[in-house]
């Protein structure tokens, strides 16, 4: 692998019209999280900020309990692998905990270990208002963030948003959960809160992205898809408002629409 991780490469393709055209394609890279020189997953992604990706990995799979059990995050980019020391003490389980997953549907990521399942729910959440005019500003906002997805495609997008309308960083990738570990590990290195917070994806909202958005302490999620029904239960369960189907100025409140200001 380079030594810079770009997130396109540039080949030559043929249009429906048999003519050849320049596209972008998007890259993608493997890269194996070791804790303590024990590999525990491999993560296919852009890798455009790798460091708070692990963080985030780390964080809502619940392996590791406090930031500050982390010594170091070290990135090797030619042998595609991420070196995170901990000491021992603060480690959990791991092999039970591998043996203890359940895998679900999902792009990139898309797996989450029964005891995050169990511990959400030691969790609640407070709803804050949200105005339908914020809601339509977030999503023309975040429109023009895909850059990778207008040149390549084959990218989702994730964003931590205020319930002012402000966009605090956005994230693409290949999958919407490396999109959102991304985010929820800028958030632990930065010691940025959820509770006032609203997570954007473009994909659908899964049991996995509500579970990562309460792991997060986000009490909103915002997606430009639909939702599935575990997803809804647990969200019901825990008090998240979710917003689906966002696209301009249309958008369907699955739960929590007594939270949206529909005549600010």
Known sequence: MA????????????????????VHIVNEFPLTIKINNKEVV???TLGPWPEDLVLGYLRNQRLV????????????????????????????DLKQKMTRKIVTTGCGEGTVFSCSLDRIYEKRLTPFPIQRSVIYDLLDDLRNKGRIYKMAGSVHSC????????????????????????????????GIAGADKILYTTGRITSEIVIKAVLMEIPVILSRSGITTMGLTIAQ???????????????IVY??????????
Request: contains cysteine; neutral net charge.
């Open 3 to 22: 030594q810079e991780m770009k997130p396109t490469h540039s080949m030559t393709a043929v249009d429906q019209n048999g003519r050849e055209i320049p």
């Open 42 to 44: 491999t993560l296919m």
């Open 65 to 92: 309990e406090d930031i500050s059990h982390i010594r170091s995050v070290r990135i090797d980019l030619e042998k595609e692998t991420a070196h995170v020391s901990i000491p021992d003490e603060h480690i959990r």
């Open 159 to 190: 964003a931590l948003c205020s319930p002012q309308g402000k966009i605090w960083m956005s994230v693409e990738d290949v999958g919407r959960h490396n999109a959102a570990d991304t985010i929820a590990g800028r958030m632990w290195s930065k």
């Open 237 to 251: 369960d825990l008090n998240l408002t979710v917003i689906g189907r966002a696209k301009a100025k249309k958008f």
């Open 255 to 264: 739960n929590g629409h007594a939270h949206i200001l529909f005549n600010e």
